[in-house]
């Protein structure tokens, strides 16, 4: 990935303002000092835009990274195929990168592993591929039964299959990504009390919304006016309140020295 040609984008910036803030930063200057004193060099960009360009270039920096070790780590498996090494190379985002890295990541023993040990994985394929129409699925399960590999009956046999069928859609990137938009899309956030007491949260005891990209915004992070935790954005800018407090001392010390 071309992370200075992203960062340029994204923030729709000059190239030379993101190379030199990003030389700036590798340098080990602080955002406060780069804003402050080194204006002429990224054009005056504020320390806002600055902490999330800072904040963008190690994420990105850690999506290149990452994607190295799984495609590293594929490819020592002997599974790397053009196309996958496509999909990871295009990845834009650290769980689309998981998501394709799943099947080829060492998990605990699971149940489909223990189905295919047995045996079940053609079942599981046959069955898969819609060829259920060629026989009734006992009859497709029944050559699979083998009390020696620990399947006594034909229920065993198609449970088997149905644990190896059930891991295959969950290690679907594809499938895993569409769940996600569809969550995203039209999913319900609901909520209900633990226990009944009075509290600033009670109008969440019985709570239930739409999850569409705004109302899951406002239902996830809108918190009552009262709430002893504070306000949201004041948790998304900590640095605010140390602002205002600043602004405050330097009220009253001018304040001091004008009154003697």
Known sequence: MDII??????????????ENTVNLIDEGNTIPFIARYRKEAHGSLDDQVLRELNDRL??????????????????EQGKLTDELKAKIDAATVLAELEDLYRP????RRTR???AKEKGLEPLAMYLWERKIE?????????????????VETVEDALQGASDIIAELISDDADVRKALKEAFTESGIISSKAAK???SVYAQYYEFESLRGPREGRRASHHRPHDDPL????QEKEPGRQQKEKGRR??????RRSVSL
């Open 196 to 198: 009944e007491e009075d």
């Open 5 to 18: 040609a992203t960062l340029t984008s994204e923030f729709d910036l000059k190239p030379w303002q993101v």
């Open 58 to 75: 190690t994420y990105l920096r850690n999506l290149d990274k990452r994607r190295e070790e799984i495609l590293n780590s594929i490819e």
């Open 104 to 107: 080829y990541k060492q998990k």
């Open 230 to 233: 504070g306000p949201k954005d």
């Open 249 to 254: 001392r330097s009220t009253r010390a001018c």
């Open 134 to 150: 060629e026989a009734t699925l006992e009859e497709a399960a029944a050559p699979y039964v083998d009390a020696e590999k620990g």
């Open 112 to 114: 489909a592993m223990m």
